[in-house]
């Protein structure tokens, strides 16, 4: 009987080198402006208790009534992979007291994120995501402070093409006005059922309906621009102006919502047109609320979520080179079994000496060792014989050049670390 042979499960995959250096590269990056803008790193688990995301997140959302992945435990305990990390965060924070320390808490995270999408380019089931929460402070120098990390962390990637897009959804103080008028409009559309629930339940969720047609019929909807109060304006302008002081272009985008019910205030999404359909490669915004929907003291906070997997294809839609592919500098090739437990050795004292090397294993000849030197990366190689090793040298030869010189055993190390 044969074993049919096992794949990754569907709207999965695996990131084997380059990409995988790639991929770490590219958290990294994403993740360096907020380490030296004085966030702490946060890690959550990977699952929590269903209800922190039914009610931190939202019943009528996306995410919570078709993407998550939920189960009981042999417990009996009913749990779901996190589909996103803003709510685990804040019921960590609230959990461990961080709100009762020094206020902003600044934090960051990066992990694994699970939703059941239907598998296409740049939307799986399991994706990654580098995030950032400032909990404890309304001032929107931190909502603009988030923007401006973001922004900076894609060009450091070398990103060129990526967009943001800027609204406020208005506080308590604008919220309800709004969405009775924009309620009041909606009914007045030939909608399917489940939209007109949506009108009744959650009608700014309608805004994020993508069809066509619908997005057709809300275009004389009332905007919320138009909505807000004073206060609401006066916080909206301020992020406005700090990110044009940061040198940050942004579009202001009266109709963005986005998947996730607990934003108040400021909204914001970075985009990259290289992506096909599911161009957003971050996104976040304010969420004064939150805190409260899942038991908490009031505490006021903003965030985003950077998706490193669509980050990692916008840069390849822009042609740039993978991150983080380093290589070796050095390979040894050892012609013999004497020259072989010497080559170990070498390879040991260089990698402690904080040269990247490497070396040809299984006793293979020169040839196919050369061959493993190449494809290594490596600039030189060393290469080694019994012969050698009498007369007290190696033979170190540059792989771009061919050139080869003998180099004293004794000062071998040394001259390599000045070479590379
Ligand atoms: P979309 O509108 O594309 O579904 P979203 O609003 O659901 O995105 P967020 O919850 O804001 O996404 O997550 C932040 C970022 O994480 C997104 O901008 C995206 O880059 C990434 N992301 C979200 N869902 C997925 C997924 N299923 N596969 C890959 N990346 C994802
Ligand atoms: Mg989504």
Not at 25 to 51: C, M, N, Q, W
Not at 258 to 284: I, M, N, P, W
């Amino acid at each position: 009987m044969t074993v049919p042979a096992f794949r990754a499960p569907k709207g999965t995959f695996d990131l084997v080198p380059p990409r995988g250096e790639a991929m770490l590269a590219v958290r990294d990056t994403l993740a360096a402006p907020l380490r030296s803008a004085g966030y702490g790193y946060v890690e959550t688990p990977s699952f929590e208790e269903t209800t922190l995301f039914a009610r931190g997140v939202g019943e009528s959302t996306d995410i919570v009534t078709k993407e998550m992945y939920s189960f009981t435990t042999r417990g009996g305990d009913d749990v779901t992979l996190r589909p996103e990390g803003t709510a685990p965060v804040l019921r960590a924070v609230l959990e461990n007291g961080l709100h009762r320390g020094a206020l902003p808490v600044k934090l960051w995270y990066s992990g694994s994120y699970y939703r059941y999408e239907r598998p296409q380019k740049g939307r799986y089931r399991h994706f990654s995501q580098v995030g950032a929460e400032i909990l404890g402070t309304e001032d929107p120098a931190s909502d603009a402070e988030l923007i401006v990390l973001a922004v900076d962390a894609y060009r450091a990637l070398g990103l060129t093409g990526v967009r943001v897009l800027l609204n406020s959804l208005g506080s308590h103080e604008s919220r309800p006005a709004y969405r009775a008028a924009l309620q009041e409009y909606l009914r007045g559309l030939d909608l399917d059922e489940e939209t007109a629930r949506r009108v009744e339940i959650n009608p700014l969720r309608v805004l994020d309906d993508k069809r066509p047609e619908i997005q057709k019929a809300l275009a004389s909807a009332p905007i919320i621009t138009d909505f807000l109060s004073p206060s609401d304006r006066a916080h909206h302008d301020t992020v406005r102006s700090l990110l044009t002081s940061a040198g940050v272009d942004f579009e202001d985008d009266p109709r963005l919502v986005r998947g996730l019910d607990y934003y108040t205030r400021t909204l914001f999404e970075f985009v990259h047109d290289g992506l096909g359909s599911q161009s957003a490669v971050g996104g976040g915004g304010r969420y004064d609320g939150l805190s409260e929907l899942i038991g908490g003291p009031a505490l006021p906070g903003v965030g985003w979520a950077l998706g490193a997997d669509r980050t990692l294809l916008a840069m390849e839609a822009e042609g740039l080179p993978l991150p983080g592919v380093t290589g070796v500098q050095v390979f040894a090739v050892p012609l013999g079994d004497e020259a072989a437990a010497w080559a170990f050795g070498l390879v040991t004292q260089l990698r402690r000496a904080g040269v990247a090397a490497d070396f040809a294993t299984g006793g293979r000849g020169l040839k196919g060792a050369m061959k493993a030197a190449d494809r290594s990366g490596a600039k030189y190689a060393v290469v080694v014989g019994a012969r050698d090793l009498a007369e007290g040298v190696a033979q170190v030869k540059d792989l771009a050049t061919g050139e080869q010189q003998a180099i004293s055993l004794n000062g071998l190390v040394t001259h390599l670390q000045r070479l590379v």
